[in-house]
């Protein structure tokens, strides 16, 4: 997409491709093993957390492939810095998921773990405006590249896919944490709605291309 510098931090956005999804897979799952709502959704508490959310984050990383979304990604050399996954206007990443997606992940993650999923997406779908959008699903920075602008440069990114896409009216993005609420204030996010998940509290927020 196009080179980036940040406070001595070199690299290129790009879009991804299918040889750099183990590294993108490596880095969600350090971004999201100890999120809350991740923890709750797949049950920290039992013995194969870890091994059900890689599995997880391997079938989403892989419905985003297979049906054409957007993975954008840092990378300086080989070395994958960030990553951020977004869906298009219409997509179909609510309830209505690819059953072969429905089936890996019962096979892998687990009937429960599934239902809150879908439940998840449904709630936010529900609270979305009745207009195109874009929805980041994740951001994700590597623990030793954070607090050097990368993931604004990530957002840059994505607000980049919003306006290339005349017929999108913003992005939509889920969060859970008051640090990740913040972030995106500041960056012209808008509260939308409260919901809640898995019994935890969340809000959407919403970025007009406007």
Known sequence: MTDVAEQNITGELVYLVAEDFKAAASLLYQTYHDDELFKRIFRAEKPDYDKRLRAAIREDL????????????????????????????????GPDRFWHWRISMLMTAGFLSTRQVLEKERRIQQAMPDVPYHMLAFIAVSPQYQHHGLG??????????????????????????????????????????????????????FHSRD
């Open 62 to 93: 892989t419905s985003f492939w297979e049906s054409g979304q957007p993975i954008v990604g840092i990378k300086d050399g080989d070395t994958l810095l960030g990553v951020a996954c977004l869906t298009r206007p219409g997509a179909s990443f």
């Open 152 to 205: 604004q440069l990530l957002v840059k990114a994505a607000d980049t896919l919003l306006h290339e896409d005349n017929e999108s009216q913003g992005i939509g993005v889920y969060v859970t944490r008051e640090d990740y609420r913040e972030f995106f204030v500041k960056r012209g996010y808008q509260p939308l709605a409260k919901i809640e998940v898995a019994e935890l509290p969340g809000e959407i927020l």
